[in-house]
């Protein structure tokens, strides 16, 4: 939940960043993720099905935050929105 949280603190403190559509996308896809796995943590249910989808979740993560820190990954996003 490391992306959540910064993302959270970054809209209290700093505003809403200026993304483009493609970022924004992103930006929400790595909320999702991360609170899919998060989900599926806290339940703890077994099964193939459900570890399947766990690790599908986290490898998605890791495409789309190319396992950058937070603050990284939101400064690329924002320099990628001004192209």
């Known amino acids: 939940m490391k992306y959540i ?34 989900n599926l943590e806290e339940l703890q249910i077994t099964g193939s099905k459900v570890y399947k989808m766990s690790e599908n979740s986290k490898t998605s993560l890791k495409q789309l935050t190319k396992e950058l820190p937070p603050e990284a990954l939101m400064e690329e996003m924002m320099r990628l929105s001004q192209h």
């Open 5 to 38: 949280k910064y993302f959270s603190t970054f809209l209290k403190v700093k505003g809403t960043p200026h993304l483009n559509s493609d970022q924004l996308r992103r930006l929400l896809n790595i909320v999702a993720m991360e609170t899919t796995i998060k």
